[in-house]
């Protein structure tokens, strides 16, 4: 997993004239900033671009070993490096299937993402006690421990993200799960919520959070309303956010969930907010 304090920010090569994202020292709190890739085609745009590290979806093992030549050609190539995204869960509402679908999809990726020096896996795994009744849910975490298990033997930090659940549906998981993982998306929090959920995740589950998504969008209560529109486009507080972040010590990853050409903007979007953020702790301070 990344580590150390770094910071992506947009710096303009001398040579050609054009944004590409480097990498620098900046400050004790500093995260580094990678992007969503579905497929190699798009990252190897955003690795054209030198972002340090691309969220590549892996929707099977079977799909990671075709892409895997690719992949690590990318690698050694530009020297981005990889996290990876899982498969839509399926039926949240249905632990049979979980169990014998999802569990063995989601073990199977896990064994082969060192292939690619990969260590962190993100998954959606609804908890939502608002949707998912009771029962379900006492049939579901058992499965989520059981993939977070696996992972963790693989090397793999296994990541839950939070959809529109409140910081309350993950107490239990989080509890029973040693080696779970959160990735905290900060569009998502906005969903369903009179109050981006952001602020209590953070604050309840702090050592919990092991990367971050960002992107904006203006509320709502529909799959439709999840935008993914560039930060700063939409009603979300980065800077809030980004203010309590920076707080609580958050010095690992965020990947923008952007198209791969507007990457830059919202990287440079980003950066002007930390920074200022930064400025603002140290002259309270």
Not at 62 to 87: M, S, V, W, Y
Not at 189 to 212: G, V
Not at 255 to 268: A, F, I, N, S
Request: aromatic share 8%.
């Amino acid at each position: 997993m990344f580590s150390g304090c770094v910071y992506a920010i947009l710096k303009q090569d001398s040579r050609s004239g054009t944004d590409s994202c480097q990498l620098i020292l900046k400050e004790e709190h500093a995260v580094i900033l990678g992007a969503r890739a579905h497929n190699p085609e798009q990252a190897e745009t955003l690795a054209k671009s030198e972002v340090p590290f691309v969220e590549i979806s892996v929707l099977s093992a079977e799909e990671f070993q075709q892409n895997l030549k690719k992949l690590c050609l990318l690698r050694d190539t530009h020297g981005i490096q990889f996290l990876a995204h899982g498969p839509e869960e399926g039926n949240a509402w249905e632990p049979e299937f979980l169990k014998k679908e999802l569990l063995p999809q989601i073990n199977a990726i896990t064994d082969c993402l060192g292939e690619l020096g990969i260590d962190l896996l993100t998954i959606h795994f609804w908890l939502d006690h608002r949707f998912i009744e009771p029962g379900i849910l006492d049939q579901k975490i058992p499965i989520l421990r059981a993939m977070a298990e696996h992972a963790a033997a693989q090397g793999v930090w296994l990541c839950v993200e939070n959809l529109s659940e409140q910081a309350l549906d993950f107490e239990r998981a989080f509890a029973e799960i040693e080696r779970l993982g959160m990735t905290l998306d900060i569009g998502h929090a906005q969903l369903l919520s009179e109050k981006n959920t952001a602020y209590d995740f953070l604050a309840q589950y702090t050592e919990k959070i092991y990367h971050m998504h960002v992107h904006d969008n203006f509320g709502g209560s529909s799959q439709s309303d999840d935008l993914h529109l560039l930060p700063g486009q939409g009603s979300i507080d980065f800077k809030a956010i980004l203010k309590k972040t920076h707080q609580m010590g958050y010095n690992r990853t965020m990947t923008l969930e952007v198209e791969p050409e507007q990457v830059l903007q919202g990287m440079h979007y980003i950066q002007q907010v930390w920074d200022a953020v930064s400025s603002s702790e140290r002259t309270a301070s």
